[in-house]
């Protein structure tokens, strides 16, 4: 995909869920005027863009949109639930087209029943009825296209008439003193453009073709370069002002148009006597700081997505400035001294680019491959017992690289949120149930690819909360509750983890039910699920096959869905688990880290094989002299608690351990877990001081590694606690994906790969 076509991609994806959730808003009231305005800018930014782009089709169907919008916001046309699902249809057909854009580059969906549809709504106020009767222009409704066209021209007229009765004509630049009369002054609004220069290149061309002559306000060459806040002024010869100004409105890249005659000889005149000044105050103002910041925002949305194209461009730009305004650059310069020109190029510098996500990944890569160097150097040092500076600085700048790489591949939760608002209004009207739907902490940030993997997961959960969860508003009055249910999406940031959770105030699950369901279903005995908690029974829901619908329907409820939604995020590294109330809602909770790949690790010796436990999950390491046997199972007490003990070596024997592929021999220690050294996370072990003699942390009985409580509740018995180290964590592919006790392997600087224990799945 070219950088252009991407970056018009790009735009457009942003602009529909920007749509479909001003639509919402004004769904949820219509008198919400800032919402009917979010709505009609919106719409016409997508249709300014697509016509820039020479996406005709999107471009006339997004025509058809706007001016339907337009009825609704003259107040011409009602906000009813036929309207709204019209215009949610509409939308729905511009995404498609957008995604045929993006995949093939043209658009092969013909709109145009829906487009018919979309006049016949704008002019009649329903689709496949009478007209209502007070629609002037009745006579014309063969040629419904026509009416709405004629319809939305006379609005915009009258309300230019009626906004701005009076235009204040600015001093013409020197060269309208050679435009044939009459000459009429434009004010030409673009507003808030995704491309304003793009857009302003456009209305200059349109210009061009359909007047004698004309001179803008600032000089074409800053409108192509976007230099301009939302409009600039026009000096048109040749033509009335009502001709000017019908000719700018007819632009789908044009917001809004006004047209004054100039004052004939005297405004000649003066513009004669005025040149010079008038030039330099053009010229002045193009290095304003408020065209400085047009600049930058232009250059926000480049669709270079190299940092070095960007960087290749700030210094032409700036220079090509310069060049241009040579003549008059004086002027300012003698004004402001020295400190004015280095003013204008800071406000001219470019603060953001765009950088395509291939080489983020790549620049990550990179960096992993860097982290592994690090530690096979380190090793290597460390063996001939020499002591280097020059490494510490390697870790120190290592580690930053890595940080920075990794805040690179973070994105806001509301990248995949902000979709879910329309997905919950249009499956809660196609069962005829009323929700209200709320989401917080869509600024947490997680990484891209976690983001990605857990959308199809969370669009499956927020399904069975609107069609199992929340009741129909019948049976929620017969229950004493209000008949519109609650369903809430939160994101909350917990140190180095995401909680994620999709809550509902609806019937919730029983266990007696899963209980029965289980057995019914050969999912577990009778006698095993008798003796299972409650919170157990929930977890039966994600069992493959297992499903608590009473009937399948065409949102969920085929016994699939919920077993791939642990499945994904086991393999992210993360957690499910769900609670509820009978009569009261469900929470499913969702436990995930920010980022992946890159962790630290405590490397363990079990049996002669090293094995990695992530530091994240450690809460202390003690020497397993004070295990207790409780009704036949080992545990150990810290506080009041009592933890079970997992032997690692037993526990281990069931998973094969080739599957990792780990060393075969344990590599040397290079030092026991220092008592008093915190690691990242804040996680001071316990003193394991007894040792062998070979500096590894180990007593006969072995050692504890004791695991977060609020990670697992348990403590993993070893045979050695080694050293602590960061390495690059790679998932397991295949087969091998999803294999319960392991989250991945890690390859070490001398070669060795070393499985890195999944302490949840264990």
Request: net charge negative; hydrophobic share 40%; aromatic share 2%.
């Given at each position: 995909?070219?950088?252009?076509?991407?970056?018009?991609?790009?735009e457009a994806e942003d602009g529909i869920t920007?749509?479909?959730n001003a639509l919402l808003a004004l769904e949820a009231d219509p008198e919400d005027a800032e919402a009917m305005d979010d709505v009609f800018r919106v719409a016409h930014t997508l249709k300014g863009n697509a016509a820039a782009m020479g996406y005709e089709d999107v471009s006339d169907f997004g025509h058809?949109?706007?001016?339907?919008?337009?009825?609704?916001?003259?107040?011409?046309?009602?906000?009813?639930?036929?309207?709204?699902d019209l215009l949610f249809e509409g939308v729905d057909a511009v995404?498609?087209?957008v995604s045929e854009i993006a995949d093939t580059g043209d658009v092969s969906t013909d709109p145009s029943d829906l487009e018919s549809r979309l006049r016949e709504m704008e002019e009649h106020g329903t689709v496949g009825g009478d007209a209502d009767g007070d629609d002037a222009g009745a006579d014309d409704s063969a040629d419904p296209e026509a009416a709405a066209e004629d319809d939305a021209d006379d609005g915009a007229e009258s309300d230019a008439d009626e906004e701005v009765p009076d235009v204040s004509v600015p001093e013409p630049p020197a060269a309208a003193a050679d435009l044939p009369d009459p000459v009429a002054y434009a004010d030409v609004t673009i507003g808030d453009a995704q491309m304003p220069g793009v857009d302003a290149a456009l209305v200059l061309q349109a210009l061009d073709e359909q007047f004698d002559g004309h001179v803008t306000d600032p000089a074409p060459e800053a409108l192509e370069d976007g230099e301009y806040d939302e409009s600039f002024d026009a000096f048109v010869g040749g033509d009335d002002p009502e001709v000017v100004a019908e000719g700018l409105r007819a632009l789908t890249q044009v917001e809004a148009a006004t047209a004054v005659a100039v004052g004939g000889d005297d405004a000649t005149e003066s513009a004669d006597s005025d040149a010079e000044s008038a030039d330099a105050d053009a010229e002045a103002e193009a290095l304003e700081p408020a065209d400085a910041d047009s600049v930058e925002d232009d250059a926000e949305d480049a669709p270079e997505p190299a940092a070095t194209d960007a960087d290749e461009e700030t210094e032409p730009s700036d220079d090509g400035g310069d060049a241009e305004q040579s003549d008059d650059a004086e002027s300012p310069s003698d004004d402001s001294g020295s400190s004015g020109g280095s003013d204008s190029k800071s406000g001219d510098e470019i603060k953001s680019i765009r950088v395509d996500v291939d080489q983020v990944d790549e620049l990550y890569g990179l960096v992993e491959q860097l982290v592994t160097s690090r530690i096979k150097l380190r090793r290597e040092i460390e063996g001939t017992d020499a002591e280097s500076d020059a490494l510490?600085?390697?870790?120190?700048?290592?580690?930053?690289?890595?940080d920075t790489a990794m805040d690179m591949r973070l994105?806001?939760?509301s990248q995949v949120s902000d979709s879910f608002p329309r997905l919950v209004r249009d499956i809660s009207r196609d069962l005829d149930k009323r929700i209200d739907f709320e989401i917080e902490g869509d600024d947490v940030e997680l990484d891209r690819t976690i983001l990605t993997e857990m959308r199809d997961p969370l669009v499956h959960v927020l399904r069975n909360a609107v069609d199992h969860g929340i009741e129909s508003p019948a049976e929620r009055e017969a229950a004493g509750k209000d008949p519109?249910?609650?369903?809430?999406?939160?994101?909350?940031?917990?140190?180095?983890?995401?909680?994620?959770?999709?809550?509902?105030d609806g019937g919730g699950l029983d266990p007696d039910q899963l209980r029965e369901k289980a057995v019914d279903e050969d999912v577990k005995s009778r006698e095993a699920v008798e003796a299972m908690e409650d919170d157990e029974v929930y977890d039966l829901v994600f069992h493959p096959g297992f499903s608590t619908a009473e009937e399948v329907t065409d949102v969920s409820g085929r016994g699939v869905g919920m077993d791939v939604v642990r499945t994904t995020a086991r393999d992210l590294d993360g957690s499910v688990s769900i609670e509820s109330e009978p009569g009261e809602g469900s929470t499913v909770r969702f436990r995930l880290p920010v980022t992946v790949a890159i962790v630290k690790v405590m490397f363990v010796d079990v049996g002669g094989t090293e094995y990695g436990i992530p530091i994240k999950s450690i809460a202390e390491v003690a020497r397993a002299d004070d295990v207790e046997e409780v009704h036949g199972d080992e545990v150990v007490r810290h506080e009041d608690d009592l933890y079970?003990?997992?032997?690692?070596?037993?526990?281990?024997?069931?998973?094969?351990?080739?599957a990792a592929e780990p060393p075969t021999e344990t590599p040397a220690a290079d030092g026991g877990v220092a008592a008093d050294e915190p690691g990242d996370d804040g996680f001071v072990p316990a003193d394991p001081t007894a040792t062998d003699g070979s500096g590894e942390g180990q007593t006969d009985a072995g050692m504890l590694v004791r695991i977060r409580e609020e990670t697992r509740q348990v403590a993993l018995h070893c045979d050695a606690v080694l050293d602590q180290e960061e390495v690059v964590v790679k998932p397991l592919d295949g087969p091998l994906s999803g294999t319960p006790g392991l989250s991945g392997t890690a390859v070490l600087g001398d070669g060795d790969v070393v499985a890195v224990l999944d302490v949840v799945s264990l």
């Open positions: 995909m070219d950088s252009h076509r991407a970056a018009f991609v790009a920007d749509l479909n058809a949109l706007e001016d339907l919008l337009d009825a609704v916001r003259q107040g011409d046309r009602e906000v009813t639930p036929e309207l709204m995404e498609a087209m510490d600085e390697l870790d120190k700048l290592a580690s930053s690289l890595q994105i806001p939760f519109t249910g609650h369903v809430s999406l939160t994101a909350e940031r917990e140190r180095d983890h995401v909680i994620i959770e999709v809550s509902d079970p003990v997992v032997r690692l070596n037993e526990r281990l024997g069931e998973i094969d351990p080739t």
